[in-house]
């Protein structure tokens, strides 16, 4: 068995956030597969391949990767942003378990990359400085009552939160239920920041409080960070505010 | 004011993972500000400066690169990883807080990079699959009980969780403090990963089970990832197994 299949990470959408060793698995590969978006990203030779497959068959995408690298070919599934956070890893994992035992021999390379939240957090200042979560809002693979109680585990614990997956057209009323919840567990004022598109032409960086937080400012391409009690906004004038949570905590009480 | 200051991640520590953007704010910059470790990463041109400070020296470090800045220079301040998980960044927000009104009107870049959980977790399979949380292990610039009740309930929500700065000379017991707690709150057989120095020469990814998890296994260099109770385990033979956190949830009751 000689195939291999790297899943790789493109990182946020600008070619200067993609590692060395991402261009080199691209450049290694043969065939492709991924959403079309990613695969757009790619400059290949005539000889490369792209399989395109929509952005909610993540395993049946996995499978036909793995499918094809064990023809003994060089095979790249892509992911934007770093294929281990909410993207093609687990897919992948999960239809190697399921699948022929061969796939287990398959040499398997996951190359990590720049995940969205490091992006849109960059952009706004540091507001994952101290203890955070990435929760995944989409209720299509886990009962929309786990999110609702993870959202409000990790307001209560003093947890940044990160939102992957904040809305779509099929998941339209999610965002907003769930600043619902936080905002019956967290200040008014605390700063949410919707970062859509981090490091693109077309990014687009807004920082309001929880209690003017608008859902409708989100779509499919958006990371949303919510502030713990703690992130703070420094005024710069002209310059947009530093988003930032401190990194020390002190407990009120004390 | 002309100055300008750079907030560097340089990712985990291979050449491979640091950006294109992240290179290129390094050939503009002229002084360079970090933890000697990080600078001694840096392929510096002679008329480049190097200020080395220690590691716990954060707060100061960003002072002094903000000074020099403001005297319109162009800085970096370089951090391991990324600049805004458990880094530079925050620390920079918090001098520019505290400090001079003119550091507000300095042009601010902070450089994302591939922080350590990414990079562990790329090597191990897809342990972040699912949601996640990163906490800091050092009780230095928060309360050891805070850090206790944020282990507790990260685990009993569901999250993986990623354990930043787990021991140090200083802070010998906490790690194993950590693993008791959660030993509590997760199954004997929940996988942990140690992941030092991921995609260095001496990189070194150990999975054991949380009731076998050695304190000892971990230094300065090491980001622990600890399952939640879905995490698993594939065998593959004469390969490291693959570990991962299914993309799905279903609640034990339905």
Redesign the interface.
């Known amino acids: 068995m000689s195939g291999r299949l790297f899943v790789v ?1 493109l ?1 946020p959408g ?8 991402a261009r ?1 698995a691209v450049a290694e590969a043969k065939f492709f597969y991924g959403y079309k978006p990613y695969l757009d990203r790619l400059d290949l030779t005539p000889e490369q391949v792209r399989v395109a497959s929509d952005n909610r068959e ?1 395993l049946s995408r996995a499978e036909a990767a793995l499918a094809k690298a064990a023809g003994s070919e060089t095979v790249a599934v892509v992911s934007g942003g ?5 993207a093609m ?6 239809a ?2 399921a699948g022929p035992a061969a796939w ?2 398959l040499d ?1 390379t ?6 969205a939240m ?2 849109v ?3 706004a ?12 809002l989409s209720d299509n ?3 929309w009552d ?1 999110i609702e ?2 959202l409000t ?2 307001a ?4 940044v939160i990160a939102l992957y997956n904040p809305i779509s057209k099929a998941r339209p009323w999610q965002l907003g239920r769930a600043f619902e919840r936080l905002r019956a567990a967290l200040p008014a004022g605390t700063p949410v920041i919707f970062g859509r598109a981090a ?1 693109r032409p077309d990014e687009r960086i807004e920082t309001m409080t929880l209690a003017a937080a608008d859902p409708e400012r989100a779509d499919m391409a958006t990371c949303v960070i919510i502030g713990s009690a703690e992130t ?1 906004l ?4 002209e ?1 947009p505010p ?1 988003v ?8 009120a009480s ?1």
Chains 1, 2 share one sequence.
């Open positions: 990470g990182g600008s070619p200067d956030q993609v590692t060395p060793e080199a993540e770093d294929p281990g956070v909410f890893a687990a897919a992948v994992c999960e190697i378990e287990r021999d398997i996951i190359v990590p990359g720049v995940t490091l992006a957090a960059a952009r200042g540091a507001p994952l400085g101290h203890d955070f979560c990435a929760i995944s693979l886990k009962p786990v109680h993870r585990a990790a209560a614990a003093g947890f490091g703070r420094i005024a710069r004038g310059r530093l930032y949570t401190p990194r020390s905590f002190v407990p004390q």
